[in-house]
């Protein structure tokens, strides 16, 4: 095929660099390179003598390895074997393969099978009990739970589903009767006596309180044709129907949905109700109109509520048990905003809701939140005993991707929340009802905005850095600045203190908590008790190195230096913004950990003390090709201030030479200098390691964006100054520079084309090019506008385009096509949700027009990602189509090596 060979002939151009010694990469590499990941499938034995771990891609298979931490012992499989367990007792482990479910003895070749197996769940009852629960293909309705001490077992026939509570003792069954009635069964797995509850269907997970001695259910009994809601107290004889749709509360008017919640010492339910359909002569409404209206008036833009004009809206409520009567939450004309989940403790509910409604009782969008009223909200507490309401704070607003501003402290007795105006932590406490604000003693600022780091839209000004934690006393709160962590009273009564001694601050360090529990690290309660010394994170902010230091609760004093490398621990990378904590055995103090660099490929650790590490894998697929090396430049912006990047070089650089080099950009990278980076296709941005591999050298400034300034300003300003810093250098070859930069990088190609014409070659990636259309454009897939990414969002333009037009001119490349000399290849996908594809057509057909020379291509694959990769494209009159991403690496290679 041709694509081939124009992939023999880039080889061939490569090999003006290429080591003698070791091979080049190319695309044969791709969906090979093996890797392993801490968050994917890797576990540890409670006793940590023994732990499992998935190595994807070698040579394309996908590989389990069980073994001992120590080494010594190790099975293999040719799978994935996503379901695995350990036993509680440290002794056996459990998996599936093929159609069979094997329990092997650690540390022994022994292996028996439950062959024909359909399922498995491995249930934890005790501290060394389990239960192993599967079914049989040949029998799929039967379930069977096997006492791995003894093997014993027993079996429940006809289940259609299974629940069980949080401590896993209880299990409550979906089933059928002798007579083919179905049937709802609770039983201990302790004695394994089913008993029969409730007849009828059960819908939906029952929800059980806190302690495991009661739930909640829905669903439609026997010989009735409504949903209900009901309520089962373990020890009684049947379940307890509690309210349907026709209690005197609801008026008829709204069905009974599914319960959220038990409160109240199991006296209240929370659940759902929703609105029924409007029905006028016993025929449904029809919500479809032939002419869509916009109105000023409307909280929403007619587009966005068309997508939800058919449907029916859900509302919250609370059934009291003791009075049999119902709290409304939310009603019409009301909204409850549930954006960090349901936040309840036993008598109180927090609810965070939307201050003002249109009159067709529409909220705006979130995104709106720096200008419409719409949009702005208030927190409230809600007993659920009286239904009293009492506004903690008001005049909030929501912004884009805020999280955890108000929140409950886990034992429910304090509402903790972020009050972006006075800029301080403020806690109520439910008993009293008193405020106290948290924080006006401490000398910091709690903001995510750093000029210099991240985080520097102009809406991050409002957001907190965070909440690292609560104390297992439900007494006090951990809080982050950008560098230290703090620990503060909820009741206000106790100083203050700086856990890290203000070390992060004085040495550019970045302190976080290392170990976390939970999904959301910001409700995580430490299980370290005040006074205990607690693990965190340390990355120099300079210097780029990672490690760990020791901090202890209760106390102000420098943290306890463990360990600092130039390397990155897993879930522990600055630009990420998912966090992976080490794996530590239950009952031993061993941890597994992540650890890679630029030269070494990710693998697995073991350690006791964050000091010394035992290399657990050895994956260095690197080694055997020309590779890269990486190096922190820093130098100054045409502006006078310092900025930092990354150049990476290949493995047999000699300085004697000269390389061409590439400029690839979209925000900030420099915190990532230690990080491996896999060979993969990726679309329209460069595959660093192909390149470098190949003879390039890639340099990856960061870019920052004065406030207000929009984004063209910061992108000029970093990328064209260490362009022009970097051709100074006797081995960069001044000629040959090309750029290169996707989404918002795409822009920023566009953007530097008609601003200079320092670069031999460009490729924009999904880039836009008219910020006027895109600022107001309707967008299909939310009906919703961009106006607030640029206002205040990453646009950066800090104003609509009637306060600074001058930016949103200089933000549209379009308007200057004319000055453009540069060679342009664009990729745009004509499905993307996100930018829409005649933003790179309209500027392609400028500079056609303009006689200029551009390539562009369209993508027509599925959409399955924000921006596709593209599959068949479209170099100016040539085609090139492959039918994997290959294709693009093969294009962009192709183009860059023609300037």
Same mark, same amino acid.
């Given at each position: ?157 006809? !289940? ?51 302690? @495991? ?55 209240? !339910? ?26 000023? &008036? ?113 034992? @429910?007795?304090? !509402? ?90 004085? &040495? ?203 984004? @063209? ?84 333009? @800090? ?101």
């Amino acid at each position: 095929m041709k694509w081939k060979m124009i992939l023999l002939a880039i080889l061939c151009y490569g090999n003006r660099s290429a080591s003698a010694q070791k091979p080049l990469i190319d695309n044969s590499v791709y969906g090979k390179w093996p890797r392993v990941e801490l968050n994917y499938g890797t576990v540890i034995s409670n006793d940590g003598r023994f732990m499992s771990y998935i190595v994807e891609g070698d040579e394309g298979i996908s590989n389990r390895i069980v073994r001992s931490v120590q080494q010594g012992w190790q099975v293999k499989w040719s799978s994935k074997l996503i379901e695995f367990e350990f036993s509680q007792n440290s002794q056996k482990y459990i998996f599936s393969r093929g159609d069979s479910v094997g329990i092997g003895i650690l540390g022994s070749s022994y292996v028996s099978y439950i062959p024909g197996a359909n399922l498995f769940r491995l249930i934890k009852e005790g501290i060394d009990d389990d239960w192993l629960i599967y079914s049989l293909k040949t029998e799929p309705d039967k379930l069977i739970f096997r006492d791995l001490r003894n093997n014993e077992e027993q079996t429940c026939s006809s !289940v259609q589903d299974f629940w069980y509570s949080e401590s896993q003792k209880d299990f409550v069954v979906q089933t059928k009767d002798k007579q083919g009635k179905e049937v709802v069964q609770i039983f201990s797995i302790a004695d394994f006596r089913p008993q029969s509850i409730w007849y009828g269907k059960l819908f939906g997970a029952p929800v059980w309180d806190k302690v @495991g001695s009661s739930f909640a259910f829905a669903g439609v009994a026997q010989g009735d044709s409504i949903n209900a809601i009901y309520y089962y107290q373990k020890g009684a004889n049947i379940a307890e129907k509690l309210v349907d749709k026709n209690n005197n509360d609801l008026g008829g008017n709204y069905d009974v949905m599914r319960p959220e919640a038990l409160c109240n010492n199991n006296n209240s !339910v929370l659940f759902t109700v929703r609105e029924k359909a409007f029905v006028s002569g016993g025929i449904e409404k029809d919500k479809s109109v032939a002419i869509d209206i916009y109105n000023y &008036k409307d909280a929403k833009l007619q587009s966005e509520q068309l997508r939800t004009a058919k449907q029916l809206t859900n509302y919250h409520v609370i059934y009291n048990k003791n009075s049999k009567r119902i709290v409304w939450i939310e009603k019409k004309r009301e909204r409850v905003l549930w954006q960090n989940g349901i936040q309840i403790n036993d008598n109180h509910v927090l609810i965070d809701k939307i201050d003002h409604l249109d009159s067709n009782g529409e909220a705006a969008d979130y995104r709106e939140w720096s200008w419409n009223p719409h949009a702005k909200h208030s927190f409230e507490i809600l007993d659920v005993n009286n239904g009293k309401i009492s506004r903690l704070c008001s005049r909030l607003q929501h912004i884009q991707g805020l999280v955890n501003v108000c929140q409950f402290s886990p034992d @429910g007795k304090y !509402v903790l929340w972020y009050d972006y105006f006075l800029k301080n932590y403020f806690s109520y406490d439910v008993a009293t009802g008193r405020i106290c604000n948290l924080t006006k003693k401490i000398a910091t600022n709690w903001s995510l905005y750093d000029p210099q780091g991240d985080c520097d839209e102009p809406e991050d000004r409002f957001h907190p850095v965070g909440i690292a934690g609560f104390l297992p006393d439900e007494k006090s709160v951990l809080l982050y600045d950008l560098h230290d962590i703090y620990q503060v009273d909820l009741s206000g009564l106790k100083t203050p203190i700086c856990l890290t001694n203000y070390e992060g601050r004085r &040495k550019n360090l970045r302190f976080r908590l290392a170990m976390y529990t939970g999904d959301i690290p910001e409700r995580s309660i430490l299980k370290e008790k005040n006074h205990d010394p607690v693990l965190v994170n340390a990355f120099d902010l300079k210097a780029k190195k990672d490690g760990f230091y020791q901090i202890q609760l209760g106390y102000q004093k420098l943290p306890n230096y463990l360990s600092m490398q130039s390397k990155l621990f897993d879930g522990l990378r600055e630009y990420e913004s998912v966090l992976h904590t080490p794996i530590k055995a239950r009952d031993a103090n061993i941890y597994i950990v992540q650890c890679e660099s630029e030269t070494q490929s990710p693998n697995l650790f073991s350690t006791y003390d964050f000091k010394s590490f035992l290399q657990i894998t050895d994956l260095n697929p690197q080694k055997k090709y020309n590779w890269l090396t990486s190096e922190l430049i820093t130098w100054k912006t045409f502006n006078n201030s310092t900025s930092q990047g990354i150049l990476y070089k290949p493995e047999n650089f000699d300085p004697k030479k000269k390389y061409p080099i590439i400029f690839f950009y979209y925000e900030k990278f420099s915190n990532t200098l230690h990080r491996f980076l896999e060979p993969e296709a990726n679309g329209a941005t460069i595959d660093i390691p192909t390149f470098v591999s190949n003879g390039y050298l890639v340099f990856v400034p960061d870019i920052h964006y004065p406030l207000n300034t929009g984004q @063209g300003y910061g992108c000029y300003n970093s990328v064209v100054s260490a362009a022009k810093y970097l051709s100074k250098m006797p081995w960069v070859d001044a000629k040959h520079m090309a750029i290169n930069g996707h989404s918002r990088g795409g822009f920023q190609t566009n953007y530097l084309v008609t601003h200079t014409n320092l670069f031999a070659a460009a490729i924009s990636g999904a880039g836009y090019s008219d910020a006027i259309n895109l600022y107001s454009r309707i967008w299909e897939y939310n009906g919703s506008t961009r106006q607030s990414a640029y206002e205040v969002g990453h646009q950066r333009m @800090g104003g609509t385009p009637w306060q600074r037009p001058d930016l949103y001119k200089d933000g549209s490349p379009i308007l200057k096509a004319n000055k453009v000399t540069t060679p342009v290849l664009m990729m745009n996908n004509i499905r993307d949700p996100d930018i829409p594809f005649e933003q790179g057509a309209e500027f392609f057909t400028a500079l056609r027009r303009l006689g200029k020379k551009a390539g562009s291509n369209k993508t027509c694959g599925q959409a399955f990602d924000q921006h596709v990769w593209p599959h068949n494209l479209v170099d100016g009159s040539k085609a090139v189509v492959a039918g994997n991403d290959y294709s693009c690496v093969i294009l962009l290679f192709t183009f860059l090596n023609s300037f």
